[in-house]
């Protein structure tokens, strides 16, 4: 079985503020999927990120970094001086080999106040 | 063209109704899902198709039904619906995770009300 935990419910910042959003996953493959997906109020999932659980390499994307860490079990998702238009729901999610069911975390909202 | 279309973003139909819900997509992708999705919470997996046949059913109520006409174009026929029902429905596709660096595209989703 899969499962994707995120402990922070809610994340409340002040504009230009660091947050890190935590993920912690199980899985008992060996070549899994990782994901952070952000859906705003309009309700769309939008993609952020995919990480194959044989690549190791931090990432960073502009504002944006990941830290995957396979001894741990997680993948962090930091976003750098943060703005209003960041705020939504963030959802870390796991996708085994066959890719035909994609297990999501609870969700973390995120609030950027100015 | 890289997005999942859906119709209607937003819909109200009474217990004795019948609907449906359209998905459409034009990557090339060869699974599809419906993905029901209630307020603050994760969406959770309903149906999927693969090749155009369905490969998982969630144990939904057979209200829901899913229908695949082409590997394109993804349905959700909605029949006597309870007012629990009431949700955000996400359609989505992937193409298998060994190919390319993405995985799975989001529609924007059907915002459904029963009244």
Known sequence: AQKVTQAQTEISVVEKEDVTLDCVYETRDTTYYL??????????????????????????????????????SSFNFTITASQVVD???????????????????????????? | DTEVTQTPKHLVMGMTNKKSLKCEQHMGHRAMYWYKQKAKKPPE??????????SINESVPSRFSPECPNSSLLNLH?????PEDSALYLCASSQPLDRGRYGYTFGSGTRLTVV
């Open chain 2, 78 to 82: 909605l029949h006597a619906l309870q």
């Open chain 1, 87 to 114: 705020s939504a729901v963030y959802f870390c999610a796991l996708s085994g080999l066959s890719g035909s069911r994609l297990t999501f975390g609870e969700g973390t909202q995120l609030t950027v106040n100015p």
């Open chain 2, 45 to 54: 997996l309903m149906f999927v198709y693969s090749y155009e046949k369905l």
């Open chain 1, 35 to 72: 994901f952070w997906y952000k859906q705003p109020p309009s309700g769309e999932l939008v993609f952020l990120i995919r990480r194959n659980s044989f690549d190791e390499q931090n990432e960073i994307s502009g504002r944006y970094s990941w830290n995957f860490q396979k001894s741990t």
